[in-house]
């Protein structure tokens, strides 16, 4: 009888320590998704960011609109004048040398422009890296994916591409993008997001 209890006792314990092994190698493996496309459209720093740039892009459209009339203006004078005439000639290289200097500044203020959109989104997508990053680490997620919620739109083809090429195709309760908003936001005036997600598997007290 003692035989048959230390050899069940030894079977239980060799399966409890199965079954503690099956847990640990299960460490890390929880899988989450986050909408990336909806955490830049509430991402409070970024969208100001952004929006400053609009404001310097629509100055210097003002700026340029006030250089085209300048050139409507010298086109005019120029009709006051008979070809060939050295007064002809004078206004003909001015407006030659104003279009020059007109086209060179949209040329550079739009590689400007194209450069600062470049380090805003850089930046920003390291602001989501990071707090990405530090939200799997502390929760043993193993893997996040990048997905989009947004509905396809039957009408549209560009949407519809969109759809059919999304790594994540099906998730339920993976979602963690409302608490990333909420790590980027924090400290800045919040915007309406998602219902807080859920992670099988893991508290709900964030």
């Known amino acids: 009888m003692r035989m048959i209890c230390t050899a069940t006792l030894v079977a239980l314990v060799f399966c409890l320590g199965l079954a503690a092994s099956g847990a640990s190698a299960q460490t890390g493996t929880n899988v989450a998704v986050v909408d990336i ?16 740039i609009k404001q310097d892009v629509d100055g210097f459209r003002d700026y340029m609109n006030e250089k085209q009339k300048l050139l409507r203006s010298q086109a ?9 005439t050295e007064e002809y000639k004078e206004v003909e290289e001015s407006i030659a040398r104003l279009r020059m200097e007109v086209e060179l500044e949209r040329a550079k203020r739009q590689k400007d422009i194209m450069e600062r959109e470049a380090r805003v989104y850089f930046n920003a ?11 799997a680490s502390e929760r043993r997620i193993g893997l996040v994916l990048h997905y989009s919620g947004e509905e396809m739109d039957p009408n549209s083809r560009d949407s519809i591409m969109q759809g059919i090429n999304r790594v994540v195709v099906y998730q339920d309760r993976l979602d963690i993008t ?15 997001t998602a219902t807080r997600p859920i992670i099988p598997g893991q508290s709900t007290n964030y």
């Open 37 to 52: 496309p909806h955490v830049f459209k509430n991402f409070t720093r970024f969208k100001q960011a952004m929006e400053d």
């Open 76 to 84: 005019e004078k120029l009709q006051l004048y008979k070809a060939g």
């Open 178 to 192: 409302r608490i990333i908003l909420d790590q980027l936001n924090r400290g800045t005036p919040s915007t309406p």
């Open 125 to 135: 997508y390291r602001e989501v890296e990071a707090a990405v990053e530090a939200f």
